[in-house]
C-alpha cells in the first residue's frame, strides 16, 4: 500500500480473501483512496472506501441456502476456512437452518491450505446429513471435495455440497465430480451469456469466466465511466458519479446504492455437470444489497422491503 500511496494511485482494484480486504481498508481511509472489490463476501461491513461488486449473503447464500432446505433437507454440516469468511458465513447458515426447523449436525473449521481433510470427511459420513455447506477456500476445499467424492463412490452414495464462491475457473482442481452434487451461486455464470463469453475469448484468450473475472470486469466498466462522467480521479468524484449509472445490459452489477457502496445484482443457482455449471434456479428480478441483514427476515424466505435499511453516515 505504501507504494500506491507514494505514487499517487487513487483506486485499486482486487484483493480476494475478507483478510486482506480489511487489512487495507485503514490506509484506504486515511488516504482517501476507493477499492474496487469485485468478489462475493461475508457481508456486515459497509465502508464508504470500498465498491462492493461481488455480492453479500442475501443476493448468495440465503438463496442458496433456501433452495437446498427445499431439494434436498434441512440436516447440514456446515465447514469453512478459520478466518472470517468462513466464520460469518457459517454463523448466518446456522441461523437460517435453525430458523426454518432444521439442524445443523456438525460444524468444523480448517486452517488455509490444510489439505488433511480425512477426519471431517470420516465425521460428515457417520452423520445422517443431507447437505454440506462448504466455505473452504482454495487447495482445502479442492482436496475436501476430491477425497469426499471418492468417499461417497465408495459407500454407494450422493450428498449436496453447496458453495457460494466456488466458480468455472476452479473446476479442472476437482472434476469431474461422480457422487458429490455441487451446487453453487453467484451472479453470473458461463451458462447464462453464452455470446459474452466468446468475446471475452476472442479479446483476452481462452480461459473460464467466472463470476470472479466479472466482478473485476465490471469493475473497470464501471470505473470508466465514472471517472468520465466525473471528469477526474477523486475518488469522492468518482464514486458519486458511480452513483448514477445503471447498466442492465451487461453482466453483473447493475447499478450502485449510494447508501452503502453495494451493487445491485442477479442471482443464479448453479449445479456442476461435467466440467460446466447448469442454472438451477435464477431470481426473477436483481437482488437489492442488504449487508447487515437489516431488511432480510433469515427465519423465512422473503425479504422485508418495508423495513428500514442501514445507510454509510459520513
Avoid at 480476494?16 to 469485485?38: C, F, M, V
Avoid at 461488486?53 to 434436498?72: E, I, K, S, W
Avoid at 477526474?232 to 452513483?243: F, I, Q, R, Y
Wanted: glycine share 6%.
Amino acid at each position: 500500500m505504501s507504494t500506491f500511496i507514494a505514487h499517487g494511485i487513487r483506486h485499486i482494484f482486487g484483493t480476494i480473501t475478507s483478510a486482506s480486504r480489511k487489512e487495507i481498508i485503514p490506509d484506504l481511509e486515511q488516504h482517501n483512496l476507493l477499492l474496487w472489490y469485485g468478489c462475493p463476501y461475508e457481508g456486515f461491513e459497509s465502508c464508504e472506501q470500498v465498491v462492493y461488486l461481488g455480492g453479500c449473503p442475501n443476493q448468495t447464500l440465503l438463496p442458496l441456502l433456501r433452495l437446498a432446505l427445499d431439494m434436498f433437507g434441512n440436516r447440514s454440516w456446515l465447514i469453512g476456512s478459520n478466518y472470517v469468511w468462513g466464520w460469518e458465513s457459517n454463523r448466518i447458515a446456522r441461523e437460517v437452518v435453525e430458523g426454518s426447523g432444521g439442524t445443523v449436525v456438525g460444524e468444523k473449521y480448517l486452517h488455509l491450505r490444510n489439505s488433511n481433510v480425512t477426519e471431517l470427511i470420516e465425521a460428515i459420513l457417520s452423520t445422517e446429513v443431507d447437505f454440506v455447506l462448504n466455505n473452504l477456500v482454495g487447495e482445502t476445499s479442492y482436496a475436501f471435495l476430491r477425497a469426499l467424492d471418492e468417499a461417497c463412490l465408495r459407500d454407494r452414495r450422493t450428498l449436496a455440497v453447496l458453495s457460494c464462491n466456488f466458480t468455472e475457473a476452479e473446476v479442472a482442481e476437482v472434476a469431474p465430480l461422480r457422487a458429490v452434487r455441487l451446487l453453487s451461486c453467484g451472479p453470473f455464470f458461463e451458462s447464462v451469456d453464452l455470446d459474452f463469453c466468446a468475446r471475452q475469448h476472442l479479446q483476452h484468450g481462452a480461459q473460464r469466466i467466472s463470476h470472479y473475472y466479472i466482478g473485476g470486469w465490471r469493475a473497470v466498466r464501471l470505473f470508466a465511466n465514472s471517472l468520465r462522467e466525473a471528469g477526474n480521479s477523486e475518488p469522492g468524484a468518482v464514486l458519486a458519479a458511480l452513483h448514477r449509472q445503471h447498466d442492465v445490459d451487461s453482466p453483473g452489477a447493475r447499478s450502485v446504492m449510494a447508501r452503502n457502496n453495494h451493487a445491485c445484482l442477479p442471482c443464479y443457482i448453479a449445479e456442476l455437470q461435467q466440467t460446466c455449471f447448469q442454472i438451477l434456479h435464477r431470481e426473477p428480478l436483481p437482488v437489492m444489497p442488504d449487508p447487515y441483514l437489516s431488511a432480510t427476515e433469515l427465519r423465512e424466505s422473503r425479504t422485508v422491503a418495508a423495513r428500514p435499511a442501514l445507510r454509510i453516515v459520513k
